[in-house]
């Protein structure tokens, strides 16, 4: 639990106000993955299982709903005040869809930034080619989180 504890420390120090939305997720999904909860971002909450549902279907819908309120505590308690009062309504995996509505501007200004870098990004004579591909592969995997968080 100590880690887990450390972990979320990320979520205090680093608190959603929105120009921030990209660091702020990357933190979260940490911190979710850190505590076994990342799944519930990106799965919806499942309708309640039937009366006659098997037990085991039960038990899987209860344990979902606990771990999308908890994701959804952490979030909410990592948030500035306007946007706690703007979610507090909402689950885990609703808060990150709206979220990703309102902030997709910046993640697509962030995604022309690096594919403008590294499309221009040229090697200089004499200098190291592994540091080359190491400096092009960093902006392709800054690409594929960019895509990825949104």
């Known amino acids: 639990m100590s880690s887990s504890v450390n972990l979320r420390s990320l979520m205090d120090t680093n608190k959603l106000t929105g120009p921030n939305f990209l660091d702020w997720l990357r933190n979260l999904r940490i911190v979710l ?5 990342g799944y519930v ?3 919806p909450l499942p309708d309640p299982p039937a009366v006659d549902a098997s037990d085991e279907d039960q038990k899987a819908y209860r344990k979902h709903l606990k771990d999308s309120d908890m994701a959804t505590c952490i979030m909410l308690a990592s948030m500035s005040p306007e946007l706690q009062k703007q979610h507090e ?3 885990a995996n609703t808060i990150v869809f709206h979220l990703r509505e309102i902030f997709d501007e910046q993640a697509q200004s962030e995604r022309f930034k690096t594919s403008r870098i590294l499309f221009t990004t040229k090697m200089t004579p004499g200098s190291s080619a592994v540091q080359y591909a190491l400096k092009i592969n960093g902006y392709i ?4 989180i960019l895509v990825f968080l949104l």
Do not use: A, I, T
Not at 33 to 37: A, D, P, Q, V
Not at 141 to 144: D, I, K, N, S
């Open 141 to 144: 995997e800054r690409l594929v």
């Open 41 to 43: 971002l990106d799965v």
């Open 89 to 91: 309504s909402m689950d």
């Open 33 to 37: 993955r850190s505590e076994e909860l």
